[in-house]
């Protein structure tokens, strides 16, 4: 069974601070992994898309993957309280159980 | 431009009873996905098609159909519905398999 794992949580961190988000995944085969975020009783948006080895940023946002390790981490910089929400990780189409995220003021 | 629309938004349903989830979606999407998301559950996948014309399982398929009308529509059919299938249902579609996913507003469905 392909498997994509994440702590579920709840992760919290206070505002200004730097939020880190982890994912492994099991299937070697995968070449595409995504973080989205999920408000409660919303639908899933995508926050990044990332499909090589290293990092990639978009504003507070960066992505970084290990192919080696088969892990997909999210570093969000100096959270928001609206950053507060569940954040899902994917490899291709299998998603993670998705880790909660609350930041305080 | 809508984007990935689905119908209805909220459904009760007594045991056996049988209906249909429409999705849709704008964006001239090859591929679309029907999840189902519970508590503690993350989103698993029910069926997927890759692209018009074809349907694969996914994760949770057994007690659901589903219909690639056309490029536009997926559908995703309960015939006999029981209370474990009380959940929240999402469509989704993307360009091509791997892409990012769309998700539409979500179903939530009760099962009595």
């Known amino acids: 069974q392909k498997e994509v794992e994440q702590n579920s949580g709840p992760l919290s961190v206070p505002e200004g601070a730097i939020a880190s988000l982890n994912c492994t995944y099991s299937?070697?085969?995968?070449?595409?992994f995504f973080w989205y975020r999920q408000y409660s009783g919303k639908s899933p948006e995508l926050i990044m898309s990332?499909?090589?080895?290293g990092d990639k940023e978009d504003g507070r946002f960066t992505a970084q993957l290990n192919k080696a390790s088969q892990y997909v981490s999210l570093l969000i910089r100096d959270s928001q309280p609206s950053d507060s929400a569940t954040y899902l990780c994917?490899?291709?189409?299998?998603f993670g159980t998705g880790t909660r995220l609350q930041v305080f003021p | 431009n809508a984007g990935v629309t689905q119908t209805p938004k909220f459904q009760v349903l007594k045991t056996g009873q049988s209906m249909t989830l429409q999705c849709a979606q704008d964006?001239?999407?090859?591929?679309m996905y029907w999840y189902r998301q519970d508590p503690g559950m993350g989103l698993r996948l029910i069926y997927y098609?890759?692209?018009?014309?074809?349907?694969d399982k996914g994760e949770v398929p057994n007690g659901y159909n589903v219909s690639r009308l056309n490029k536009r529509e997926f559908s995703l059919r309960l015939e006999s519905a029981a209370p474990s299938q009380t959940s929240v249902y999402f469509c989704?579609?993307?360009?091509?398999?791997?892409?990012?996913?769309?998700f539409g507003p979500g179903t939530r469905l009760t099962v009595l």
């Open positions: 964006m001239n999407h090859n591929s």
């Open positions: 098609s890759a692209s018009e014309g074809t349907t």
């Open positions: 994917a490899g291709g189409r299998i």
């Open positions: 299937d070697r085969g995968s070449q595409s």
């Open positions: 990332i499909y090589s080895n």
């Open positions: 989704a579609s993307s360009f091509a398999r791997g892409d990012t996913q769309y």
